[in-house]
C-alpha cells in the first residue's frame, strides 16, 4: 500500500520559517519525482517546488530564494524547507510522487501564514 505522508504545517507569522516533510512507503522512492503543491481557498492547485530523481530541482517564481526542496533517499522522506514565509503563501501544502506513469498524492498539510 502506497503512502506519502505529510507534516510540519502550521501557523507561522509573516517572515517566519516551517520545514514540511512528506514521507513516502510502498514505493521505490528514488525512483520517484517528488514535488509540493499548494492550494490556497478558492485558487487552483499549484506546484511549489519540485526534485527530480537525479536531484534536479525547479521553483515556481514566487517561491525562488525562499523555498528550498530536499530529499533523503535513506529515509524516503522529501523535505520543503520554507524561509520568509508571507501570507500570500496560506495554503494547504500537498506531496506528489510521480514515476512511469504512476502518481501518488499526501492528504496535505495546513500552512497559516499570519500574524
Known amino acids: 500500500q502506497v503512502q506519502l505522508v505529510e507534516s510540519g504545517g502550521g501557523l507561522v507569522q509573516p517572515g517566519g520559517s516551517l520545514r514540511l516533510s512528506c514521507a513516502a512507503s510502498g514505493i521505490i522512492f528514488s525512483f520517484y519525482r517528488m514535488t509540493w503543491y499548494r492550494q490556497a481557498p478558492g485558487k487552483q492547485r499549484e506546484l511549489v517546488a519540485t526534485i527530480t530523481s537525479a536531484d534536479s530541482t525547479d521553483y515556481a517564481n514566487s517561491v525562488k530564494s525562499r523555498f528550498s526542496i530536499s530529499r533523503d533517499n535513506v529515509k524516503s522522506t522529501v523535505y520543503l524547507q520554507m524561509n520568509g514565509l508571507r501570507p500570500e503563501d496560506t495554503a494547504i501544502y500537498y506531496c506528489?510522487?510521480?514515476?512511469?506513469?504512476?502518481?501518488?498524492w499526501g492528504q496535505g498539510t495546513q500552512v497559516t501564514v499570519s500574524s
Open positions: 506528489n510522487g510521480k514515476w512511469n506513469g504512476l502518481i501518488y
